[in-house]
């Protein structure tokens, strides 16, 4: 079955979704999410993915904080550090609501010990960023905010109802989440148009930018079935 279009308006991201689709689908199919949606993941194993999720949100913000330091125009930094504002205020209260209802506390979260695959996709999307410029940074930042987007669109669109999980499918389904990968893919496209020009794929640097999408989607696959182990 063919994935719907993803309905934000970035022509650098349907583009490498496109061209990386077999490492982007085990990412939006994977069993984690379809479980979100019919209500049958086990809170354990929700509870471990979204206390690591909240470790990894701090590090996904110190790399859009790294934009800050990597941008070439005033607007770039506006754009970084107004979704670092996002992840502070809106992603990351989610976590920690949901997980004061089971009794844990921020305290815990913080000191939480990291997964090895935790570590290894936040530290990848830091290096892509400190060794490339902010194109590279922005590739392997996308999967992560657009991926959520579509998920939370998909599963807004075909959960059973009733499913425990639908704060989390309604936060990422939401208009705040939506606008957000609205405005981080006008950024994305906005900062390849003025490094590699209009023909994304013509460019010399176009293989590399798949190569980071595609390696950050099949990160976002290992996370998903981090979170499965405590099945
Ligand atoms: C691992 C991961 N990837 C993406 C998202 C959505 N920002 C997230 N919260 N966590």
């Not at 800050?68 to 996002?86: D, N, S, W």
């Not at 209260?93 to 913080?110: K, N, Q, S, T, Y």
């Not at 996308?142 to 059973?160: F, M, N, Q, W």
């Not at 010399?204 to 099945?231: D, H, V």
Request: proline share 4%; charged share 20%; glycine share 8%.
């Amino acid at each position: 079955m063919s994935l719907p279009q993803p309905h934000f308006s970035s022509e650098l991201f349907t583009a490498l979704r496109a061209a990386t689709l077999d490492d982007w689908k085990p990412y939006i199919e994977h069993e984690f999410v379809a479980r979100l949606g019919d209500g049958t993941l086990p809170k354990t194993a929700f509870l471990h993915y979204l206390k690591q999720d909240y470790v990894y949100l701090h590090h996904y913000a110190r790399a859009w904080a790294l934009g800050v330091v990597k941008a070439a125009t005033l607007q770039e930094t506006r754009f970084c550090a107004y979704i670092m504002h996002g992840l502070a205020h809106m992603e990351l209260p989610l976590h920690v609501r949901l997980c004061a209802r089971e009794g844990i506390g921020e305290d815990e979260l913080f000191n939480i010990r990291e997964e090895p695959e935790n570590l290894a996709y936040t530290r990848y999307v830091l290096d892509c960023g400190q060794t490339g410029d902010f194109l590279d940074l922005l590739t392997a930042l996308i999967p992560c905010a657009h991926g959520y987007g579509e998920i939370g669109l998909d599963l807004a669109a075909t959960a059973t109802s009733g499913t425990p999980y639908q704060e989390w499918i309604d936060t990422y389904a939401g208009a705040d989440y939506q606008g957000m990968c609205h405005t981080v893919g006008k950024l994305f496209d906005r900062a390849a148009k003025d490094r590699i020009g209009e023909d994304f794929e013509k460019s010399p640097r176009w293989p590399r930018l798949c190569q980071i999408f595609a390696t950050a989607s099949r990160l976002e696959a290992g996370f998903w079935q981090m979170g499965l182990k405590a099945a």
